[in-house]
């Protein structure tokens, strides 16, 4: 029941999505936690962040090292000019509530800021309380009702203590070079809790364990946000990196396990560069079918996307279909290292039979009534987005007329329909058909870098 303010960031609660302060349209922000020390050197600010917006990124996370606010005044503007998004963060001070209102009020102004970040891991080796993160939410709501407030959770079973504590949920994910060596269920600290190094199923199992905490509360209806690992740091517990194929499966994974935004720690990137070509594709990709599908139809549960192929637990798909059934979104993962055949079946779709190809690797792809089938390479991914389009012939104003498209796909049924001609010419039966065309649109496949 809150007025709009001057300055005001919606969620959308049927999608997902969030609505910028100066936009009416959502946005699925994904970019990464940014070290601030490089933000402000080399180049400089205005360079160094047309550097991230050059990448595809619409969304930072930078770290607030800064003691010098206006540094941060700087950052908002120049992101306002740019186009990307902010999430400012209190990470290091989120217990002194007095300077943390203090800055909300400072920057609750410009339209680059997307939400505010109480903290980061609260749940983590130093948790004794969730109440400084209650605290500190209910400050900042009081003084700027206007912005969503997030934070990022670190472990498995940490989730039902913070619903009161965030507008929207966040955790991260580092499975990748850990061993889980002197760690189990109850003590031990290896990276990722409770993970096992999987490339898929940790993330898989994290998100059930969410999933279940948040409708236990009744709060299964807020977004939920992903941190992916993008970096190795084998002095502690992560012996490498994600490689860019295994960071293109994290990511739609996380989109078909429904979360609408994506960071990654970090950036510039540890121990190199070698993801940031895939990190540029992603963003495309994403840029491409976020607003028409992802943030404006309907995720189909997963009983109604059902898969079939070898390596049943490393292969998944999602799909989404718009309310008025008039675009279709199917993605594929192939989580595995060799390649996967699959059927998806997307009980929603029986009425759709297309055949075609995937542009980009120009591998086959069927789908016929609902059924999608090809093959996918080692930690293949595929995307096909389809649009389709329904157009009606109109009757010729002939005594008798049998009109008919020349159907793609197929024809709705023909239907008859008898009306009184004027001036008493009697009865004009018209027959027509409706033709459905189904246009395939392959956005994105086979990412195979």
Request: with cysteine.
């Amino acid at each position: 029941n809150l007025s709009a303010g001057p300055k005001t960031v919606k969620i959308d609660r049927l999608f997902g999505g969030i609505i910028p302060a100066n936009s009416q349209t959502p946005i699925f922000p994904f970019g990464p936690y940014v070290d601030f020390g490089w933000i402000v050197g080399g180049a400089g600010m205005q360079d160094n962040l047309q550097t991230l917006k050059n990448a595809g990124f619409n969304f930072i996370n930078p770290d607030p090292t800064y003691t010098d606010l206006t540094s941060m005044d700087q950052l908002l503007h120049i992101c306002e000019q740019l186009g990307i998004y902010v999430q400012v963060s209190f990470r290091y001070s989120y217990t002194n509530t007095t300077d943390v209102v203090s800055r909300v009020k400072r920057w609750a102004s410009y339209n680059s800021v997307l939400t505010w970040y109480t903290t980061d891991e609260p749940d983590g080796q130093q948790w004794t309380s969730n109440q400084p993160t209650i605290t500190v939410y209910n400050a900042v709501k009081a003084a700027d009702p206007y912005h969503p407030v997030a934070l990022v959770l670190n472990c498995q079973n940490t989730a039902g203590y913070y619903t009161g504590a965030s507008d929207i949920f966040g955790t991260d994910m580092y499975p990748i070079g850990i061993s889980t060596k002197g760690c189990d269920a109850v003590s031990g600290d290896c990276g990722c809790d409770l993970c096992t190094g999987s490339l898929t199923a940790d993330l898989v199992s994290r998100t059930n364990k969410y999933r279940s905490d948040y409708a236990a509360q009744g709060v299964q209806s807020t977004p939920v946000w992903m941190g992916l690992q993008a970096f190795s740091d084998p002095p502690t517990w992560w012996a490498r990196a994600p490689t860019p194929q295994e960071f293109a499966v994290m990511f739609w994974l996380t989109i078909v396990q429904g979360y609408k935004a994506i960071s990654f720690w970090k950036y510039p990137y540890v121990p190199d560069n070698t993801l940031t070509a895939i990190h540029t594709t992603l963003a495309g990709q994403l840029a491409s079918i976020a607003p028409t599908y992802i943030l404006s139809a309907t995720q189909l549960p997963t009983s109604h996307v059902t898969t079939q192929g070898n390596g049943s637990t490393t292969l998944f798909a999602g799909a989404w279909l718009s309310i008025e059934k008039s675009s279709l979104l199917t993605v594929v993962i192939n989580g595995a290292a060799a390649p996967a055949p699959f059927v998806v079946t997307v009980t929603d779709a029986k009425a759709i039979t297309v055949k075609g190809r995937d542009i980009s690797s120009g591998g086959p792809v069927n789908i016929a009534k609902g059924v999608v089938t090809g093959q996918l390479p080692a930690y293949g991914i595929a995307v096909y987005a389809f649009v389709l389009g329904v157009s009606t012939a109109q009757p010729t104003p002939s005594k008798s007329a049998n009109i008919a498209g020349a159907p793609v796909v197929g024809s709705s049924t023909a239907t008859v329909e008898t009306t009184t001609q004027p001036n008493g010419g009697g009865t004009r039966r018209v027959e027509w058909k409706g033709v459905v065309a189904a246009v395939m649109v392959m956005v994105a496949a086979f990412v195979n870098i």
